[in-house]
């Protein structure tokens, strides 16, 4: 765990410029002693006396401190199950992150500024070889890896090198110079000719109400996003208007994502136009430079945006598909998504960790299950024209005819954590973990009172943190699965760091990995004996989730 602390400031920030007047109302001033201090300004500073951004990567997304989580709760007939001990899942996740941080050392896409499990490249490909050696290993006797290949018209674009600089001018603050704003992410089109240098608007949250009263035109238009949790909620909202502020002419859009930390965030892309995000600190140092600016009637801070990109069409990818013979033909389907942007300690190590513990303990003679187990690692779906579901789906006809239940293992024991009592050095609001793990959404699509039922039980008796209210939400990796007439469950967490540089191991509560694991064993057992027509109850149909891809 790194539980790096860094300079805080407890005190309200020196930073007027010279030239700036502090307004302070006449009330106040006649009941006070004759200013002295406040006619001498603070001594110029760059940037306005706004502090630097942090490097990328320098400060932790979340502080981790040493009070641990709360433990797993182990039924004591269960305590034997050693194979879903919390410590061992850790063991294996930190394997599968480590895959992504070879892809990271080795440069695996353009100069190692995007790393990952990728499908369609050899990160995501030793990730399902492992797993497929995890499952023979575990005594599955049925193991295959089945190949698959990108859709004919599917192409897979990614970035591989890139910078944005905001420039810096004397007029800013004697000793102005550029700044490099690390935590940007390009997340649209390619930049004709490769840069692009002009002027930024601030144009806040966009709305259509007052959006087309700022003339963005010849400008980058920096964009105001305040995510509720995980990206996919605000696609929806923020797609139209990156897409709004291109077509006025803007002729790049910068997104400022008010994330903890300051990090890289895939997502949200679809501007239609050169788009990058920007990470939380990086996009704190931006909002008041440009304010600050704005303020002192300073010429516009510009920037200037370099993008190199590629394109990948052909690609190929596997999934490891573990089939352990039950009592019944009938099949439960446990799949886990294995690829991953950046580290993806939480979107998906946590889930195939606990797939692979769960193969450890069905592939225990003694815990033969009642129905066929068939447990998926799956190559996932970040790859534009490769879906793991799908193809599993196309590869397995005889065990999709036989299957009863789909459950999608996807961001399941990440720790929760929220803003913390302290702002970091620049003024930013500090995030802290606290002791337990994010909320999790279990979606049942044909919303089975019995299916539910046993969700109801996992929260007394394993301690899972499964929200509230019942949910037939579906979402990532199960939306490879529609084509299935059963009861599909999505397991899924939603928290902020979701496809950002952020979910880090520090990140991964390991109670909860052994939490998830210990529950979904139960609920194996327990769908296992149950009748076919509890868990897809005849007449209901299943409910389909609004919520899109999540890429
Ligand atoms: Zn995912």
Not at 36 to 43: G, L, N, S
Not at 57 to 68: E, K, M, N, Y
Not at 361 to 372: A, S, V
Not at 450 to 460: D, I, K, R, S
């Amino acid at each position: 765990m790194s539980a790096i602390k860094f300079a805080r400031w407890s005190v309200a920030l020196p930073c007027l410029a010279a030239g700036i007047v502090v307004s302070v109302p006449a009330t106040s001033v006649a009941q006070q002693a004759p200013p002295r201090a406040r006619a001498a300004a603070a001594a110029p500073a760059p940037w306005f006396g706004v502090p630097l951004p942090p490097a990328r990567g320098g400060v932790p997304a979340v502080l981790v401190g040493p009070r641990g989580v709360r433990p797993a709760i182990v039924p004591p007939a269960e305590a034997k199950f050693h194979e879903l001990d919390g410590a061992s899942i850790r063991t294996d996740l930190e394997t599968i992150v480590g895959f992504s941080k070879e892809s990271r050392a080795s440069q695996e896409i353009g100069s190692g500024q995007l790393w990952g499990r990728i499908t369609g490249y050899p990160s995501s490909a030793k990730t399902i070889e492992w797993a497929a050696e995890q499952f023979r290993k575990a005594g599955i006797a049925e193991v295959k890896v089945q190949p698959m290949t990108q859709d004919p018209q599917a192409k897979l674009f990614l970035p591989t090198a890139w910078e944005l600089k905001v420039l810096g001018d004397p007029a800013y603050g004697p000793g102005t110079a550029d700044v490099n704003l690390e935590s940007a992410m390009p997340v649209g089109t390619d930049i004709p000719g490769g840069t692009l240098t002009a002027p930024m608007v601030l144009v806040g949250s966009s709305n259509p109400a007052f959006a087309p009263l700022i003339d963005v035109k010849g400008k980058i238009a920096v964009l105001v996003v305040v995510p509720q949790a995980h990206m996919v909620f605000d696609r929806a909202t923020v797609s139209p208007r990156t897409q709004d502020l291109m077509k006025r002419g803007a002729v790049a859009v910068l997104t400022v994502l008010r994330h903890p930390g300051n990090e890289y965030a895939k997502d949200l892309g679809g501007c239609g136009g050169p788009c990058f995000n920007v990470g939380g600190r990086d996009g704190f140092f931006l909002e008041r430079v440009l304010d600050r600016a704005a303020s002192a009637g300073a010429t516009p801070v510009r920037a200037q945006l370099t993008m190199k990109s590629e394109t990948k069409t052909n690609l190929r990818a596997e999934n490891a598909v573990a089939t352990i013979p039950g009592r019944s033909p009938e099949v439960i389907v446990l799949d886990a998504h294995a690829d991953a942007w950046f580290d993806g300690a939480g979107d998906n190590g946590d889930g195939l960790a606990v797939l692979i513990a769960l193969a450890r303990h069905f592939g225990k003679p003694e815990n033969r299950p009642d129905r066929t187990l068939v447990l998926i690692a799956s190559a996932g779906h970040h790859t534009t024209g490769l879906n793991g579901p799908r193809g599993f789906i196309a590869a397995n006809p005889d065990l999709v005819k036989r299957a009863v239940l789909v459950v999608n293992i996807e961001h399941v024991a990440q720790r929760n954590f929220g803003p913390g009592r302290s702002v970091a050095a620049d003024g930013y609001r500090e995030f802290v973990a606290d002791s337990g793990e994010a909320p999790i959404t279990a979606g049942i699509t044909n919303e089975s009172p019995y299916l539910n039922e046993l969700f109801q039980q996992g929260v007394a008796r394993y301690g899972t943190n499964f929200v509230s209210e019942p949910s037939p939400m579906l979402s990532g990796e199960t939306g490879g699965f529609t084509s299935m007439n059963v009861a599909l469950i999505t397991i899924m967490q939603a928290p902020p760091l979701y496809h950002t540089t952020g979910e880090t191991l520090d990140v991964i509560s390991t109670p909860g990995l052994e939490r998830m694991a210990r529950f979904l064993a139960y609920f194996v057992k327990q769908a296992g004996k149950a009748q076919a027509t509890a868990i897809n109850p005849p007449g209901s149909t299943p409910r389909r989730s609004a919520e899109p891809e999540d890429r």
